[in-house]
């Protein structure tokens, strides 16, 4: 019996020590477990990169539908500003327009009053010097009779 029996019999004790003790199973179970734990890991994982995924969309479907909307608002903007540009000219243009008017008219008036104005202011010259004229030259008799035949035609004239 030398010493290789004897190594020989402490490794086949030290084995079926090994297995009395259930060391491989609970070897076995403890790999399985990791082996479970690592799969829930990736399986968690795996549904925490969906949900994200998910989520990434559903913000960039919510991204371009709000720069569609700002391109909106700004094209309806600019479109308020150009007609409230054009409706504002119109106006302009429409009280220039009438105020130009006014203004012509009371230069057309102020024209007529002021031919007017002169007319009555000759006539008025034009009746003393005839006057003046009248009654340097014209006496008496000749003077009523000339008198009375204006009054006539004025008279004439107004009716």
Excluded at 6 to 17: K, S
Excluded at 34 to 51: G, H, S, T
């Amino acid at each position: 019996m030398d010493a290789s029996f004897w190594a020989l019999v402490g490794l086949v004790l030290f084995f079926a020590l090994i297995i009395y003790l259930k060391v491989p199973g609970k070897i076995t179970s403890g790999l399985d477990k990791r082996a479970d734990d690592i799969k829930d890991e990736l399986e968690k994982a795996r549904r925490l990169r969906e949900e994200a995924q998910a989520l990434l969309s559903d913000y960039q479907r919510k991204r371009h539908e709000a720069e569609e909307e700002a391109t909106a608002i700004v094209a309806e903007a600019n479109a308020e500003a150009e007609r409230l540009t054009a409706e504002t000219n119109r106006a302009l243009e429409e009280v220039i327009s009438r105020r130009s008017k006014a203004a012509e008219d009371k230069i057309a008036q102020a024209e007529t009053q002021a031919i007017a104005e002169v007319r009555s202011k000759a006539a008025d010259i034009a009746v003393q010097a005839a006057e003046g004229m009248l009654t340097a030259k014209v006496k008496d008799k000749v003077a009523d009779d000339i008198l009375s035949d204006s009054i006539s035609q004025v008279k004439a004239n107004l009716n």
